[in-house]
């Protein structure tokens, strides 16, 4: 099945933007995290651990090496590359850090532009002007926010130490230089049920946003919510729970919005639950059979989203409403 049939995906935009195949290539810009370092919070956001998604020894190589590593590692081959800050937070930094680092990804053969991984307050005009600049060079640039949620309380539970506001007020700044974002969000935070991820669409929406990540929450080792976990404090979404709402969400959103990505997964020992976003295809698919019978993307723009009655439904009610409360 055709994904781009079906839903605005990030490598058919490439594709048709660049008239190639366009891959990632995931760097780690030796960058430390507001929300680690005590700058903004301490102990990070609960749910994370980036040792889990990136590779943290990539940082003792330069981005070039790097850049050539990743490369290498591909098994299918392409001549045209996206470099992917993504480790912790790629803007933390000097912009006369930040600028050497991007200018050192830009200039290895094949690169066509940058998606640089960030927090919605540690954005500053700066950022926005060098990315600005990269742009009007003819690069290919995507800011990716992390919001997860668009839910002051929920932000408030998992520690992401920024609200909504500081959200929204970066995206009004991004889209005055005129710079794409993405923006990524979480299905199935503590106490969150499927109308407010929903909600949070809705929203984002409404600020206006160019590309979304969305995901289920899967917890991982070495995060807080690994210890809510095991101390059973804590209960994932069942695929079928996350299926139903991941779908309602691509209808909702408008077809020229880029998904960039529909699901997540990691493997065990790392993912701890739930077991199938092991499998790197098996929610994908399942979204894209649920899209094909019940309406692609757009296929509910401009309608009220409401709760259904499905079991699926029910059992995310019951889901969240494990996790509601509680100190996640
Ligand atoms: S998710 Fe991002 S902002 Fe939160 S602790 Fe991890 S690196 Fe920091």
New binding site residues.
Partial sequence: MQSNLYYNTFSNYLKQHWGRKIRKLSLHGDFT????DGSIGK???T????SSFVDTTAKRQTISEQIVTRRHELTRKTDGYLAYFQ???STYAEVSRLKALYDDALKQPGIIGLAV?T?PDCVPDEVLKLLADYQHQGQEIWLEL?LQTAHDQTLKRI???HTFADYCKTITRAQHYGIKVCTHLIVGLPGELREESLATLANVLDCGVDGLKIHPLHVVDGSIMAKAWHANRLKTLSLDEYVDTATTMIQMTPSDVIFHRISAHARPPTLIAPQWCSQKWTAPHAILQRLKETGHQGALTGRPYTLNSSSHTNNFLGSAKLNAGRAV
């Avoid at 995290?33 to 680690?36: A, F, G, S, V």
């Fill in positions: 995290c507001p929300n680690r102990g990070g956001c749910f994370c651990n980036v480790a912790y937070t991984g927090r992390g520690n992401r130490g």
